[in-house]
């Protein structure tokens, strides 16, 4: 039986919604503001996440004729700027938090769990989210930042999650990943961690076999009661999920 030590959370789509309405209209502006005429709808960017990271995602979709051909400077010249915007729609306030993130971050700190972020996601885009939809004392209580291209190899590779463990010098086997798409569903695996899923729009029909718990979302006492789409270890009371369906997870 092994105790919950350690909570790694993703971050887009897991912590916040943020790539429909956030990282993706930001990657717009840029594109905009630099004159071309690439713009990413909805439906386009579902093709896009497939690739994890957005410089990584720009670089796909000109190798599949989707955006003009231009060198890798100009990629990260456009991504810096992305990034700038992503920080002012964060600021605005546009992207809340997932239902129940704040009240397990909260229960888990007060009970001395090590909380850390694993993300693909930019450092910067990273802090924006923490300062303004978590609040600034979140960047003392998570106890490591792992974010961007701090490995060479985003996620689905497993070396972000293998990274922050490292860090934090935690085994996996005391250490539960929280994660909303088949990329990070995968990186985490990889990384043999046991793993809840949040699903959103986007990644509902992704495969997320063999995952601890699969939600469509964590939910909070007194909201509407949240679905279960896959529940391996057989837990009762999901009406949310709690920091004890946590510890169940890590003991089964
Ligand atoms: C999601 C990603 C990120 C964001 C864009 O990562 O793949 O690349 O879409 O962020 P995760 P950047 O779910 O692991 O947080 O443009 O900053 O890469
Ligand atoms: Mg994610």
Redesign the pocket.
Known sequence: MAELKCILW?????LADT?RDG?RVAFNMAFEEAGMDRRWNVETYGEL?KV????E?MQFDIKRGGMADMPYEKVAAL?AR??IHYQTLIADGLIPLRSGVLRLLEEAYAEGITLGIS????PA?LDALIEHSLGKEWFDRFAVLAA?DVVPAK?PAPDIYNYAMEKLAVKPEHTLALE??GN?WLSAKAANLKTVITVNGYTANQDFDGADLIVSELGDKGCEAIQVLGNKHGLTGLEYVTLSHFKSIMAG
């Open positions: 993703d971050v887009d789509g897991t790539e990282h996440l994890t990271g957005g410089k995602r991504h992305k990034t993300t693909t996601t930019t885009a961007g996620k909303d798409s990070g």
